[in-house]
């Protein structure tokens, strides 16, 4: 019909913009019951992210949380799943842990807990705590990247050395 039309043309339009105005509308979509359509509208709310210099982390984490929550399909999960190793922060770590346990997504969420919890660069702090020990004990078996993995692992020694000068202090 012209309105299946409409909605797909508007919504070609908002998966084409290049700032986070056009995730709240892309999200609306994805709830929807046209499953050819929640794909393009998720696959768009990535793209977006991906490329907009106005949204800030924890704006894209948040539409992250929510495109997952909407999800039905393992490939957009893990399409979402990818986007998300590349932020930093808490709230990115405490999303890609959460989907751990999920069957299908090990390989991605393993990524995305290591990349974001790990540091960026020498000189840069990683995240620390027993979540994040506990989560990186869990994802490194399941992670596909070699050098990746053996990074974490590394990382994960120096997580338990800290503890253990800690509790020595106490």
């Known amino acids: 019909s012209d309105d299946k039309v409409a909605r797909e043309g508007a919504l070609d339009a908002l998966n084409e913009w290049q700032d986070s105005s056009a995730i709240a509308p892309l999200l609306e979509v994805a709830k929807g019951d046209d499953a050819a359509q929640q794909v393009t509208a998720i696959r768009g709310v990535v793209d977006v992210l991906k490329h907009s210099p106005t949204a800030s982390g924890a704006e894209k984490v948040a539409a992250y949380t929510q495109a997952l929550s909407i999800a039905k399909r393992p490939e957009e999960k893990k399409m979402i799943l990818g986007a998300l190793s590349n932020e930093r922060g808490e709230t990115a770590f405490e999303l890609a842990a959460s989907t751990l346990d999920q069957p ?29 020990a506990a ?29 253990a000068r800690r509790r020595d202090r106490s």
């Open 104 to 132: 299908g997504l090990e390989a991605e969420a393993s990524l995305a807990v290591i990349k974001t919890a790990l540091p960026q660069g020498k000189g840069q702090p990683g995240l620390t705590g027993a979540k994040v």
């Open 135 to 163: 989560a990186l004990k869990k994802a490194i078996p399941h992670c596909p990247d070699g050098g990746l993995k053996a990074d974490a692992s590394r990382y994960l020694k120096t997580l338990g050395a800290k503890w």
